[in-house]
């Protein structure tokens, strides 16, 4: 079982940056990907972004450009680096572990086992 804890949320103004961190602690022996999703009022959770254990990222096309996940193997933590932040960037981010695959129109994705309890980004216009 694996327990992942996020910090790092909070409110800022258009244009500003925040970095999200999640702490990964317990059994991540199937673990091969390590993940941000978000999930806004109204809205579908989606996959921001994701991070493999060699090193590759992949994210969706809205905060490409603006947004950087990174990890710590020494500190067992990820990071997501939200800069230019957007009034539409403002849901529940949740950190996600698990493994790597493809989705049916042949893309690469996540395949998430276990969820963090979220950490809410608010932007103001």
């Known amino acids: 079982q694996v327990q992942l804890v996020e910090s790092g949320g909070g409110l800022m103004q258009t244009g500003g940056s925040l970095r999200l961190s999640c702490v990964v602690s317990?059994?991540?022996?199937?673990?091969?990907?390590m993940g941000w999703y978000r999930q806004a009022p109204g809205k579908e959770r989606e996959l921001v972004a994701f991070?493999?254990?060699?090193?590759?990222?992949n994210y969706v096309d809205s905060v490409k450009g603006r947004f950087t996940i990174s990890r710590d193997n020494a500190k067992n933590t990820v990071y997501l680096q939200m800069n230019s932040l957007k009034p539409e960037d403002t849901a529940v981010y949740y950190c996600?572990?698990?493994?790597?695959?493809?989705?049916?129109?042949?893309?690469?994705?996540?395949?998430?086992?276990?969820w963090g309890q979220g950490t809410q980004v608010t932007v103001s216009s």
């Open positions: 317990g059994s991540r022996f199937s673990i091969n990907s």
């Open positions: 996600a572990a698990g493994r790597h695959g493809f989705d049916s129109w042949g893309q690469r994705t996540q395949v998430t086992d276990s």
């Open positions: 991070i493999t254990t060699d090193g590759t990222t």
